[in-house]
């Protein structure tokens, strides 16, 4: 555009300081030996500026009346039921399946160790009054024993005093 030609336009005064500014000279570069196609040089645009329009405006009376959003009651539901229907539903319901077998698992092993702990408790009672058993046997031999020994004492040193006796 040229300065003469300027329009009395919201555009006006960007073009004109378009206009009015003078362009910078391109120095080209020293040619090099090897022979290659040059592209042509590209035509300087001047870019437009976009035409605004006013912001339309409604009266009071055009508006539209504003809709509430429908309130609707959301069932507690835990994390399985919510993913149900996606992707990641499989691994939520593996792990469940996990979870709980596990949880079956040490159940049965705990009723298992009560059982065996029981099955011990009783075998243990049984041995130990077995053991008292034994032990009162033994007790009785060697208090049997006891007795018969200080029996042959008894007599062995009757024996002796009685020799003695015949001897003085």
Do not use: C, W
Request: glycine share 2%; hydrophobic share 40%; aromatic share 6%.
């Amino acid at each position: 555009m040229d300065e003469k030609t300027v329009k009395t336009t919201p555009e006006a005064p960007a073009a004109a300081k378009q206009a009015a500014a003078p362009k910078a000279e391109v120095k080209k570069a020293p040619a090099k030996k090897t022979v290659a196609k040059k592209a042509p040089a590209r035509k300087a645009v001047a870019k437009k500026a976009p035409i605004k329009k006013a912001p339309a405006t409604k009266s009071a009376a055009q508006k539209a009346p504003v809709r509430k959003a429908q309130v609707t009651k959301i069932e507690k539901k835990n994390v399985l039921e919510l993913f149900e229907d996606s992707i990641i539903a499989v691994p939520f319901k593996a792990a469940n399946k996990t979870f709980m077998a596990s949880l079956g698992l040490l159940s049965y092993v705990q009723d298992e160790l009560d059982k065996q702990y029981k099955e011990f408790d009783k075998k243990f009672t049984k041995y130990a009054k077995d053991g008292e058993k034994v032990f009162d046997q033994l007790e009785d031999r060697v208090e049997d024993f006891r007795k018969d020994v200080e029996k042959k004492v008894d007599e062995a040193r009757d024996r002796v005093r009685h020799t003695l006796n015949k001897a003085a």
